[in-house]
T-cell receptor
């Protein structure tokens, strides 16, 4: 059973460009979570999605950031008009359901560098 | 809001020795989970150990064990017989057991562990 897949692993964008980060959850997992890790910091929750639904986006910046988890295909975290402060590692995690005992399994992360 | 504090930005240990990483947290909840995650240079987040707050017994996983002091809101990680492969950033994390937002993991800033041969 393959783990959580994220691609690309590294992404370089110039200021003003768009960044698209993809996450394929583990097989059988229908819940996806995105976290951001700024330099020298721990991970911070951004958004929680189920198939075709955003459940909680309270950790997402109000502008330029959006996330989706379509019925088919991976979850996408989209950052429009990137700025240098968006440079970070973005981690996706998945779980089979929202049972309190369920572990979140993390992907390897996407490191975004904004020039 | 819950907060997690790791007061040791860096720690080092000699191979085969024992090291303890500290973590304190703040919450008004009575039931919750606490975790230690390992992040090696590959940056993959790996769950090391988990503790349920309603369990008095400290969790252990092979060479890894915790000292959970609920009243003091302290959750330290002990690594015995340290190995070179234990070198990594270690994050302490908190998650509510029930109620709203019980899916959110709240992380500390991490402790960078170096293992010296």
């Amino acid at each position: 059973n393959a783990g959580v897949m994220q691609n690309p692993r590294h992404l370089v964008r110039r200021r003003g460009q768009e960044a698209r980060l993809r996450c394929s959850p583990m097989k059988g997992h229908s819940h996806v979570y995105w976290y951001r890790q700024l330099p020298e910091e721990g991970l911070k929750f951004m958004v929680y999605l189920q198939k075709e639904n955003i459940i909680d986006e309270s950790g997402m910046p109000k502008e330029r950031f959006s996330a989706e988890f379509p019925k088919e295909g991976p979850s996408i975290l989209r950052i429009q008009q990137v700025v240098r402060g968006d440079s970070a590692a973005y981690f996706c995690a998945s779980s089979p359901a929202l049972a309190h005992y369920n572990e979140q399994f993390f992907g390897p992360g996407t490191r975004l560098t904004v020039l | 809001a819950q907060t997690v504090t790791q007061s040791q930005p860096e720690m080092s240990v000699q191979e085969a020795e024992t090291v303890t990483l500290s973590c304190t947290y703040d919450t008004s909840e009575s039931d919750y989970y606490l975790f230690w995650y390992k992040q090696p240079p590959s940056r993959q987040m790996i769950l090391v150990i988990r503790q349920e707050a309603y369990k008095q017994q400290n969790a252990t996983e092979n060479r890894f064990s915790v000292n959970f002091q609920k009243a003091a809101k302290s959750f330290s990680l002990k690594i015995s017989d340290s190995q070179l492969g234990d070198a990594a950033m270690y994050f302490c994390a908190y998650r509510r057991l029930s109620g709203g937002s019980n899916y959110k993991l709240t992380f500390g800033k991490g402790t960078l562990l170096t293992v010296n041969p």
